[in-house]
């Protein structure tokens, strides 16, 4: 069954830090992934996607995320984390047959 | 502009009642989809759809019902079987072709007293 899993349920940075959200996914074909991102009462943005080429992907808000087949991973990257990036992460993978399957989230804090 | 709207935002029933929340979409997308949020646990997938007439229970289907008579609208019904129906719940599309993501409306967050 396919799956996605993201460890930490919640991570607190400092203003300027780097910023690393862990995802893995279960799934026996190739995965579409994607990073999400929601302020509280609110529907999804999508923040970037994976679907073949280059596995390091840029979104926007300066995040990107690399995708490692090896890993069964699609960690996502921040160099500068920003007060205003404080919210809930989601990781996402769409099977070929259109399910969507997202992970339990990691919420995020910034301390300023 | 497309989009996806749902409707109402905020919704209120009393126990034992059947309630719809409506979810309409301009995308021309022909996957849609229902999730349920609940304070820490993410997305749950009830019901998804990826074309008109045809629709597949997600990972939590019991206690909820769907349609699909046109592509531009998939109600959702929480029906008096559902055992805790208070919690959010979001809508979402997407194009079918391959590595499309799936857009989401704004949620409604239904409340049974």
């Known amino acids: 069954a396919q799956s996605v899993t993201q460890p930490d349920i919640h991570i607190t940075v400092s203003e300027g830090a780097s910023l690393e959200l862990r995802c893995n996914y279960s799934?026996?074909?190739?995965?579409?992934l994607f990073w999400y991102v929601q302020s509280p009462g609110q529907g999804l943005q999508l923040l970037l996607k994976?679907?073949?080429?280059?596995?390091l992907v840029q979104g926007i808000k300066g995040f990107e995320a690399e995708f490692k087949r090896s890993q069964s991973s699609f960690n996502l990257r921040k160099p500068s984390v920003h007060w205003s990036d404080a919210a809930e992460y989601f990781c996402?993978?769409?099977?070929?047959?259109?399910?969507?399957?997202f992970g339990p989230g990691t919420s995020l804090s910034v301390i300023p | 502009d497309g989009g996806i709207t749902q409707s109402p935002k905020y919704l209120f029933r009393k126990e034992g009642q059947n309630v719809t929340l409506s979810c309409e979409q301009n995308?021309?997308?022909?996957?849609m989809y229902w999730y349920r949020q609940d304070p820490g646990q993410g997305l749950r997938l009830i019901y998804y759809?990826?074309?008109?007439?045809?629709?597949q229970k997600g990972d939590i289907a019991e206690g909820y019902s769907v349609s699909r008579e046109k592509k531009e609208s998939f109600p959702l019904t929480v029906t008096s079987a559902q055992k805790n129906p208070t919690a959010f719940y979001l809508c979402?599309?997407?194009?079918?072709?391959?590595?499309?993501?799936?857009?989401f409306g704004q949620g409604t967050r239904l409340t049974v007293v």
């Open positions: 979402a599309s997407s194009d079918r072709r391959q590595g499309t993501e799936a857009f």
């Open positions: 799934y026996g074909a190739t995965p579409y």
């Open positions: 759809s990826q074309i008109v007439n045809d629709f």
């Open positions: 994976y679907f073949s080429g280059d596995t």
């Open positions: 996402a993978v769409k099977t070929s047959y259109d399910k969507v399957i």
């Open positions: 995308l021309n997308h022909d996957a």
